[in-house]
């Protein structure tokens, strides 16, 4: 029996997703969360197998979740269901720790199996993710700017990508406004941005603006 927690902030997405998985006996939600500290919490206290766990949810930033996740519960698998595009964040959330990547356009069936590999330890990633990771590895990949962006850099420009301020992404990071700002500093020099509207309009162009899951 794989145990699972569910992991998104939009009701009807967990509804439907216990309500399909349930119908499989090999399967149990023992969990649902709709934002990272709800997650915490039961990851903390609630034994489980595996959470399937949306990228934009309310609480700390997708990549220091992962991470926390990882130090609370080393055994707890975690299959990142996202509406984002592929290749934004996916290689960063595999190093941070996840055990597979699934984009909500994809079939049920398809989440099933993902399911099943990585409940007996195993991983998932799509056939276009598995061929942008061996060429990443093999230094062949031709990078996007925002690629050379350290992982909090990446999450300050997301956040400033999508009209935040310093001090809302501080708040939102749990970071002091001098160190998000100093973050911002960073990322517009290596971006080569002079304004926020830069960072709006670039987001806006690569496909990195959170989505409606």
């Known amino acids: ?3 699972i927690l569910l992991a998104d902030d939009h009701a009807v997405v967990r ?3 216990r309500e399909l998985l349930k119908q499989r006996e090999s ?3 023992v969990g649902e969360a709709e934002d990272g500290d709800r997650l915490l919490s039961l990851a903390e206290h609630t034994p489980a197998d595996l959470v399937l766990l949306d990228v934009s949810m309310p609480g700390p930033p997708f990549l220091d979740l992962l991470r926390r996740l990882r130090a609370l519960a080393p055994a707890l698998r975690i299959l990142v269901l996202t509406a984002q595009p592929e290749d934004q964040i996916a290689v960063r959330a595999l190093r941070a720790g996840a ?3 699934f984009t909500k356009d994809r079939p049920f069936e398809e989440l099933l199996e993902a399911v099943r590999r990585i409940g007996h330890g195993g991983s998932y990633i799509s056939v276009s993710l598995a061929e942008r990771l061996a ?3 093999e230094g062949g ?3 996007a700017p925002h690629d050379l962006l350290s992982d909090r850099e990446l999450q300050v420009l997301l956040l400033l990508g999508s009209g935040n301020s310093v001090k809302q992404i501080s708040a939102a990071m749990k970071l002091s406004v001098k160190t998000v700002s100093t973050f911002r500093s960073r990322l517009m020099k290596k971006m080569g941005f002079a304004t926020n509207a830069d960072a709006v ?3 806006t162009r690569h496909g990195l603006a959170p989505r409606d899951s």
Do not use: H, K, W
Request: hydrophobic content about 35%; overall charge neutral; glycine content about 10%.
């Open 15 to 17: 509804t439907g997703l």
């Open 1 to 3: 029996m794989t145990r």
């Open 141 to 143: 990949a031709d990078s």
């Open 99 to 101: 055990s597979g990547y």
């Open 27 to 29: 399967i149990s939600v």
């Open 135 to 137: 060429t990443s590895l």
């Open 201 to 203: 309009q670039y987001v």
